[in-house]
C-alpha cells in the first residue's frame, strides 16, 4: 500500500512510502482509506514538530471503508463507511490525559495511507450523503467547532463571531446558522468575506480595516457584545475576543494561528464574567451527537481543493499560503 510519512521536519520531507497491508487483530477493523484532510495543527507538526517523533504518517483526519474485521468486532461491519477518531480512547465524559495521547497523525500514525487498522471503538458511521472528503473534514475541524459551540451552551438567536475563513471558523459559522443564530464574521479578505456571506454570515468585518474589530461586534450588537467567540487567533486576536465578549459570554479558544503569548488584561476577564474554554477536540461520543445534527440539518463541509494524494506536499504547501477557504483534502484512492 501507499502511504506517505514524516522522516524530518519540513514539508520537502514527507516522502512516499510502500508498507505491507496490515491486519485488523480481536476488536480491531482495516480501513480502506478514501480521502484525508489537513487542518492547521497537521502543518505545525510538520514545519515546526513537537513531542511527535518522525517517521509518522501525518494527518488525524479521514474518511475509510471498513475492508475486514478482527474477531469481537460488533460495532461496524465490513462496507461501512466510517471516520476515525481524532483521539482514538476518548470514548465519553470529560478529557484525560490518557484519552489525548491517543491521536493521529501525531504521536500515532494518521490518515495519509491507503490501509489502516483501528480499534473498533476508534470509527464512527458517518452521514451518507456527504462526499468522502465531506466526511474526511469532520473529525478534528468539524468536531471542535461544534464542542465550541455547545459547550459553550449556544442556543437559537446568539451571537457567534467567527476569526477568519479556515475549517473550524465556517464549521461554526455552518452549525451557528443550522441551530438558529447570527454570525458575525472577520477576514483580511473582502473576496473570502463574500464567501462566507453567502454561507449564511449575517455580518462582515475586514480586520485590515477595522485592526479593533471589537468595537465593530460591539456597534453591530447595540453595544451588548457577542454570546460567543470561536477563538483561532490565539495571542494576536485574544484581547480584541474578550473586548467583544458581552458579560456572561463564553469564548472557546482553539487556535495559535497569531502567535502563543500575549498579556492579558486580568481584570476585563472577572469583570466581564467571561467563560473562557479551551477546546481539544473532543470524544466519539461528540462525534456522534455532531453526525445526527449534521443528517437533520442535511449542513455539507466546505471543501475547497481536493488534490490527490501524489500531491500531498503541495497540499500542505497550499495550507501554509492560507490561500483556502473551509478545508483541503487529499483523494486518497
Given at each position: 500500500?501507499?502511504?506517505?510519512?514524516?522522516?524530518?521536519?519540513?514539508?520537502?520531507?514527507?516522502?512516499?512510502?510502500?508498507?505491507?497491508?496490515?491486519?485488523?487483530?480481536?476488536?480491531?477493523?482495516?480501513?480502506?482509506?478514501?480521502?484525508?484532510?489537513?487542518?492547521?495543527?497537521?502543518?505545525?507538526?510538520?514545519?515546526?514538530?513537537?513531542?511527535?517523533?518522525?517517521?509518522?504518517?501525518?494527518?488525524?483526519?479521514?474518511?475509510?471503508?471498513?475492508?475486514?474485521?478482527?474477531?469481537?468486532?460488533?460495532?461496524?461491519?465490513?462496507?461501512?463507511?466510517?471516520?476515525?477518531?481524532?483521539?482514538?480512547?476518548?470514548?465519553?465524559?470529560?478529557?484525560?490525559?490518557?484519552?489525548?495521547?491517543?491521536?493521529?497523525?501525531?504521536?500515532?500514525?494518521?490518515?495519509?495511507?491507503?490501509?489502516?487498522?483501528?480499534?473498533?471503538?476508534?470509527?464512527?458511521?458517518?452521514?451518507?450523503?456527504?462526499?468522502?472528503?465531506?466526511?474526511?473534514?469532520?473529525?478534528?475541524?468539524?468536531?471542535?467547532?461544534?464542542?465550541?459551540?455547545?459547550?459553550?451552551?449556544?442556543?437559537?438567536?446568539?451571537?457567534?463571531?467567527?476569526?477568519?475563513?479556515?475549517?473550524?471558523?465556517?464549521?461554526?459559522?455552518?452549525?451557528?446558522?443550522?441551530?438558529?443564530?447570527?454570525?458575525?464574521?472577520?477576514?483580511?479578505?473582502?473576496?473570502?468575506?463574500?464567501?462566507?456571506?453567502?454561507?449564511?454570515?449575517?455580518?462582515?468585518?475586514?480586520?485590515?480595516?477595522?485592526?479593533?474589530?471589537?468595537?465593530?461586534?460591539?456597534?453591530?450588537?447595540?453595544?451588548?457584545?457577542?454570546?460567543?467567540?470561536?477563538?483561532?487567533?490565539?495571542?494576536?486576536?485574544?484581547?480584541q475576543s474578550l473586548q467583544a465578549t458581552r458579560l456572561d459570554g463564553?469564548?472557546?479558544?482553539?487556535?495559535?494561528?497569531?502567535?502563543?503569548?500575549?498579556?492579558?488584561?486580568?481584570?476585563?476577564?472577572?469583570?466581564?464574567n467571561i467563560r473562557i474554554q479551551g477546546i481539544t477536540v473532543g470524544?466519539?461520543?461528540?462525534?456522534?451527537?455532531?453526525?445526527?445534527?449534521?443528517?437533520?440539518?442535511?449542513?455539507?463541509?466546505?471543501?475547497?481543493?481536493?488534490?490527490?494524494?501524489?500531491?500531498?506536499?503541495?497540499?500542505?504547501?497550499?495550507?501554509?499560503?492560507?490561500?483556502?477557504?473551509?478545508?483541503?483534502?487529499?483523494?486518497?484512492?
Amino acid at each position: 500500500m501507499k502511504a506517505f510519512q514524516l522522516d524530518a521536519l519540513g514539508i520537502e520531507n514527507l516522502n512516499p512510502v510502500e508498507r505491507d497491508v496490515p491486519r485488523p487483530g480481536p476488536g480491531e477493523v482495516l480501513l480502506r482509506m478514501k480521502a484525508a484532510s489537513l487542518n492547521y495543527r497537521d502543518l505545525a507538526g510538520v514545519l515546526y514538530g513537537g513531542r511527535y517523533k518522525s517517521p509518522y504518517i501525518p494527518l488525524s483526519d479521514g474518511c475509510g471503508i471498513v475492508e475486514e474485521i478482527g474477531a469481537g468486532v460488533t460495532r461496524v461491519k465490513v462496507g461501512d463507511r466510517v471516520a476515525p477518531s481524532f483521539f482514538q480512547k476518548w470514548i465519553s465524559g470529560r478529557p484525560q490525559m490518557e484519552y489525548l495521547l491517543s491521536s493521529l497523525g501525531g504521536p500515532n500514525d494518521g490518515c495519509l495511507t491507503q490501509y489502516m487498522v483501528l480499534s473498533q471503538e476508534g470509527v464512527t458511521k458517518v452521514p451518507g450523503f456527504l462526499t468522502d472528503e465531506q466526511v474526511a473534514t469532520l473529525p478534528c475541524a468539524g468536531l471542535t467547532a461544534w464542542r465550541g459551540l455547545m459547550e459553550g451552551g449556544f442556543k437559537a438567536g446568539d451571537t457567534v463571531v467567527v476569526q477568519g475563513t479556515g475549517g473550524v471558523s465556517i464549521f461554526a459559522l455552518q452549525f451557528a446558522k443550522a441551530a438558529g443564530g447570527t454570525v458575525i464574521a472577520t477576514s483580511s479578505s473582502d473576496e473570502k468575506l463574500e464567501r462566507a456571506k453567502a454561507l449564511g454570515a449575517d455580518h462582515l468585518i475586514n480586520y485590515k480595516r477595522a485592526p479593533e474589530w471589537a468595537k465593530e461586534v460591539r456597534r453591530i450588537t447595540g453595544g451588548r457584545g457577542a454570546d460567543h467567540v470561536i477563538e483561532v487567533g490565539g495571542a494576536g486576536t485574544f484581547v480584541q475576543s474578550l473586548q467583544a465578549t458581552r458579560l456572561d459570554g463564553h469564548i472557546a479558544v482553539i487556535g495559535v494561528l497569531a502567535g502563543l503569548t500575549q498579556d492579558v488584561p486580568i481584570a476585563a476577564i472577572f469583570g466581564g464574567n467571561i467563560r473562557i474554554q479551551g477546546i481539544t477536540v473532543g470524544s466519539r461520543t461528540m462525534v456522534e451527537e455532531m453526525c445526527r445534527a449534521i443528517e437533520v440539518s442535511k449542513l455539507e463541509p466546505v471543501v475547497d481543493k481536493v488534490l490527490p494524494m501524489s500531491e500531498s506536499r503541495a497540499a500542505f504547501e497550499l495550507m501554509k499560503g492560507q490561500g483556502h477557504f473551509g478545508k483541503i483534502a487529499l483523494d486518497l484512492n
